[in-house]
């Protein structure tokens, strides 16, 4: 499979088709479809938050998180000031729930944010692993993925003590796509598309880019096929 660099750190959106009203990846898009129907059958409503997001996307989330205009959670999903933070335990805190613009896998088209429309609107959805357990709305949402995503080429890659990523039960990945994808991920690439841009904190993230990549990008659970 033939990827473009350009393609990888979301700075182009070709390939991708509209579902559902979200961009995704030509075959991301079918097998998801496919899948959607399958749940329907056993009384869930799944529907999709986030799709692709391109670069600037990503970078006004990151800036609006490390300039302190969006609050920041920690690991409990607990709001955390960051008035006395140094730079690195600024962007390890950011890191935790959101991508370095260039590093996330929504650049992809091939990922996507799920859950349950029987059980929460898209407006009460916080995105927390609390909604997916026990007692949450998206609970039996995630049961079926258990189940049955692997069936229709999705997995999760952020699964706990295999991704450097927090788990996110929400997140799903097509894996037939997107294992090119992060095979053909480049570091010098990235690197030079940072460094053109006006993110926050870019002399820390590029001092250390190359060991983030490998934790944020690189290490995540490996594909079923894999396992």
Not at 107 to 126: C, M, P, V, Y
Not at 164 to 175: A, I, K, M, Q, R
């Amino acid at each position: 499979m033939q990827v473009t660099q350009s393609h990888l750190y979301g700075l182009d959106k070709q390939g991708l088709v509209n579902c559902l009203g979200h961009l995704l990846e030509t075959n991301t898009a079918a097998a998801f479809l496919t899948m959607q129907r399958a749940a329907v059958s056993d009384g869930i409503d799944l529907q999709i938050c986030s799709g692709y997001r391109n670069f600037e996307k990503q970078l006004s989330i990151w800036n609006a998180k490390a300039s302190g205009k969006r609050v920041l959670l920690n690991r409990e999903s607990q709001p955390v000031s960051i008035e006395s933070l140094s730079s690195n335990q600024l962007i390890n805190l950011i890191l935790i729930w959101s991508a370095i613009p260039g590093m996330s896998r929504h650049h992809w088209g091939t990922d996507i944010d799920i859950f349950d429309a029987n059980k929460i609107s898209r407006e009460q959805l916080r995105l927390i692993p609390s909604e997916y357990q026990v007692n949450g709305p998206c609970f039996e949402l995630n049961q079926w993925l258990n189940k049955h995503a692997q069936d229709y080429g999705f997995y999760r890659p952020y699964q706990p003590q295999l991704s450097g990523v927090s788990p996110e039960p929400w997140h799903l990945s097509y894996f037939p796509i997107s294992a090119a994808y992060l095979e053909a991920y480049d570091l010098q690439s990235v690197k030079s598309v940072l460094a053109s841009s006006d993110i926050l904190e870019k002399e820390t993230i590029l001092a250390q880019l190359e060991s983030l990549i490998n934790e944020y990008v690189i290490r995540v659970a490996p594909i079923p096929n894999s396992q």
